[in-house]
């Protein structure tokens, strides 16, 4: 699949810290409740660590208490891809970035009362956040 962002694998290594290649790069998946985004409640934009895309906003974040990062959408369906995951003896949905195809998490349709009824559980390390501009004074 051609992706709008493309890199050979020793540019992506390059770009990456190893922790980060892993998870984006190789599907891994960080410790939960170790990443720097789980708890966090700064407003503003979710980006793809390794291509800066937009993914989701800090609006649709909420407490599953999963041990990751968990969004309810991302910011437009265009921007995620879903691929079927059926390792580790399960049947999940990933979720990756559609522009340059890293491998951002899982998507569970296990409701949490959220506006969807879907949690995006998400590394933290796959994303940066872009905090929202305060208004001026």
């Known amino acids: 699949m051609g992706y709008q962002v493309e890199k050979s694998d020793a540019e992506w290594r390059e770009q990456l810290s190893p922790e980060e290649y892993a998870v984006l790069r190789q599907a891994a998946t960080e410790r939960p409740f170790t990443g720097e985004y789980t708890d966090a409640k700064t407003a503003g934009v979710y980006r793809c660590r390794a291509c800066s895309a937009e993914l989701f906003r800090s609006e649709t974040k909420f407490e ?51 506006p969807t009824g879907q949690r995006y ?17």
Do not use: Q
């Open 64 to 114: 599953s208490h999963c041990g990751w990062p968990s969004f309810y959408t991302p910011l437009a369906e265009a921007r995620v891809e879903y691929i079927e995951d059926t390792s580790l003896g399960m049947k999940r949905v990933e979720v990756r970035c559609a522009t340059c195809g890293s491998h951002l998490g899982h998507v569970f349709d296990d409701g949490y009362g959220t």
């Open 121 to 137: 559980c998400i590394n933290s390390i796959s994303m940066t956040l872009e905090p929202a501009e305060e208004p001026a004074r």
